[in-house]
C-alpha cells in the first residue's frame, strides 16, 4: 500500500518570492510520484512526474521537484511564483504497472499575495 | 489537444434523487477512473475500467452508487439515492492503457446535494 503525505494544508507566498510544497510518500514497492495542479473549478493538469532516472524533475510552468529516496519526499518548488500560480496542489503516488492506482495527498493550497 | 469530456459540470439535486454522470475519455484511452473529490480533500479513487472491464471498484459504495462503460468508450457513474454527504466533486480520467501511469483528468462535475 501506498500513501501521501502533504503537511503544509495552507501557504501563502508573496508575488515573485520562491515557493516548496512538501510532499512525503510512503510505499512497500517501487514509487512513481506525480505533481498535479488543480484551478478552481477545474480538473487536475499534470506538472510533473517522477518515474525513474535523474531525481530532479522539470515540469510546466517552471515547477521542478527533487525525489529524495532516503526521506522519502518529493518537494515541488518555483523559483518566482506569479498570480497565477494560485491554485490547489495534490501530490501522488502510485505503485507501478500492474499496481498503477493513484493515490492523492490531500491538497496544498497555495495563494500568490500580490 | 484531446480532452476529457464530462457532463454535467454542476448538478444541483436532493437528497433521494437519482443523478448520473457520463464521461467521454480522450479517444484511444482504455483504461478510464472515476474519482470523487470532497471539498478541501484529494481525489479518492471510486473505480477503475479497463476497456469495458471494472479492475477495481473496492471504493465504490454499491448500495448507492453504480459505474458502466459498456462499450469500453464512455462510461456512466449514477447514484441512487443521493445523500447529503454525496456532495463532492466527480472527477473522470483516462489513459492509454495499464502501460502508462499518467492520469488525464476530465473538468469534474460538481454535486450539491439539499
Known amino acids: 500500500a501506498q500513501s501521501v503525505t502533504q503537511l503544509d494544508s495552507q501557504v501563502p507566498v508573496f508575488e515573485e518570492a520562491p515557493v516548496e510544497l512538501r510532499c512525503n510518500y510512503s510505499?512497500?514497492?517501487?514509487?512513481?510520484l506525480f505533481w498535479y495542479v488543480q484551478y478552481p473549478n477545474q480538473g487536475l493538469q499534470l506538472l510533473l512526474k517522477y518515474l525513474s532516472g535523474s531525481t530532479l524533475v522539470k515540469g510546466i510552468n517552471g515547477f521542478e521537484a527533487e525525489f529524495n529516496k532516503s526521506q522519502t519526499s518529493f518537494h515541488l518548488r518555483k523559483p518566482s511564483v506569479h498570480i497565477s500560480d494560485t491554485a490547489e496542489y495534490f501530490c501522488a503516488v502510485s505503485g507501478g504497472f500492474g499496481n498503477e492506482k493513484l493515490t492523492f495527498g490531500t491538497g496544498t493550497r497555495l495563494t500568490i499575495i500580490p | 489537444e484531446a480532452e476529457v469530456a464530462q457532463s454535467p459540470r454542476y448538478k444541483i439535486t436532493e437528497k433521494s434523487q437519482a443523478v448520473a454522470f457520463w464521461c467521454d475519455p480522450i479517444s484511444g484511452h482504455a483504461t478510464l477512473y472515476w474519482y470523487r473529490q470532497i471539498l478541501g480533500q484529494g481525489p479518492e479513487l471510486l473505480v477503475q475500467?479497463?476497456?469495458?472491464?471494472?479492475?477495481?471498484d473496492s471504493q465504490l459504495p454499491k448500495d448507492r452508487f453504480s459505474a458502466e462503460r459498456l462499450k469500453g468508450v464512455d462510461s456512466t457513474l449514477k447514484i441512487q439515492p443521493a445523500e447529503l454527504g454525496d456532495s463532492a466533486m466527480y472527477l473522470c480520467a483516462s489513459k492509454p492503457g495499464t502501460e502508462y501511469l499518467e492520469l488525464f483528468f476530465g473538468e469534474g462535475s460538481r454535486l450539491t446535494v439539499l
Open positions: 475500467f479497463q476497456d469495458e472491464s471494472v479492475v477495481d
Open positions: 510505499s512497500s514497492v517501487s514509487v512513481y
